[in-house]
């Protein structure tokens, strides 16, 4: 366990060091003169020598990438070259909001996920499969904003139970919740319905059945643990695009997050601010993956001891 462990840490490693060589290097992809384009038409000399000297644009690659890594290592981010607000203020606030809608829809997603597939699986082939596997498709089918757009029509302007971009408590988030969790929901059902089908008709099942052991103890007691491990990739997948893929129903809703913050300082080149989102999300997805890893150790015996 304890090798498994240091591998999967030293891969993380090497894994956000690449992510960091990247996301530092975007400012080199850009056309023309980055302090330019940052500045916009118009500005004056002095404020493109500002941003110039503040990016260390003059400097080569290396000095610049170990300049900025070993702030960001100190928890230095830097400030955004559109208001000079620091980064980390920028940043933190909206993560803590998408963490928060992150966390809600992936609950929901792996409650009504199991359960449906869970459902699904024990009658297969009745109308409760179809049924269930009906709410997957219009799961997966269904444009985020579409089901944002008609989520508040219905429960917020002609029912008026819910509001929209009240920041007030818990129910603000209902609604972002269900629109961002339906896509998860509805994989993570249907990937529970065909492992825990696979692992239903293995041996050790027909033989437990045979001695009179009923579907549903079998399915709650032994196959959904042994049909978990797929479920649980994919349940670590879907947090990481929650967390990242959240830019249409943040606008949707008007909710303040890295999703829709990504979504502006793309549009204002606001680089700094850009650099720290991309390497905050491909981490959270590193880490993610990392812990799903490590999950598989705990849920299988045999992963853990080879």
Partial sequence: MLRLLFYRVLGLAVILVLVSVISFSITYVVPGDVALVIAGPGASQASIEKIRSDLLLDEPFLVRYGTWLGSVMRGDLGASAITRQPVAEIVGFRLVN?????????????????????????????????????????????????????????????????????????????????????????????VTRFNLLEVLGRDYIRTAKAKGASTARMSLKHALKNALIPVVTVIGLQFGYLMGGAVLTETVFAYPGIGRLFADVVFTRDFPVMQILMLLLAAIFAVTNFLVDISYALLDPRIRHA
Avoid: C, E
């Fill in 98 to 190: 998408t963490m928060k809608l992150a966390l809600a829809g992936i609950v929901l997603a792996i409650v009504l996920g199991i359960a449906l597939g869970l459902v699904a699986a024990l009658y297969r082939n009745s109308l409760v499969d179809y049924g269930a596997m009906l709410v997957s498709v219009l799961g997966i089918s269904a444009p985020v904003f579409w089901v944002g757009l008609m989520l508040i029509y219905v429960f917020s302007v002609r029912l008026r139970w819910l509001p929209i971009t009240d920041q007030g408590g818990v129910a603000h988030l209902i609604l972002p919740a269900i629109t961002i969790g339906m896509y998860s929901v509805a994989v993570i059902a249907r």
